[in-house]
Nanobody, 121 residues
Framework: QVQLVESGGGLVQAGGSLRLSCLAS????????MGWFRQAPGKEREFVAAIRGSATLYYADSVTGRFTISRDNGKNTVYLQMNSLKPEDTAVYYC???????????????WGQGTQVTVSS
């Protein structure tokens, strides 16, 4: 079973950047679709970005053009580069792994513990 650990969250001013990392245990990392979700206080968890294989990328409309997802299979790590951050990006960000396509992520039971991102105005 894959286990996920996120890091890289923090406090940043609006317009700034952060890079989140998600380190996965296990030998089959490269076979998983990996994704990032976020949950703001009082709101539902929402999809942010996903990567299937090495080059098939998916983004929520709200982050397109600002966020970039990537993975390094040699390091068992998926990244989320977040630029031009806005106060509305404030949330706990979670990494997830799915054994099938992007649609498998939200119902997956493989999640990290989350990392807090706070964007001040």
């Amino acid at each position: 079973q894959v286990q996920l650990v996120e890091s890289g969250g923090g406090l940043v001013q609006a317009g700034g950047s952060l890079r989140l990392s998600c380190l996965a245990s296990g030998r089959t990392f490269s076979s998983y679709t990996m994704g990032w979700f976020r949950q703001a206080p009082g709101k539902e968890r929402e999809f942010v970005a996903a990567i299937r294989g090495s080059a098939t990328l998916y983004y929520a409309d709200s982050v397109t053009g600002r966020f970039t997802i990537s993975r390094d299979n040699g390091k068992n790590t998926v990244y989320l580069q977040m630029n031009s951050l806005k106060p509305e990006d404030t949330a706990v960000y979670y990494c997830a792994a799915g054994s099938a396509g992007v649609s498998s992520l939200s119902s997956s039971n493989i999640w990290g513990q989350g990392t807090q991102v706070t964007v001040s105005s």
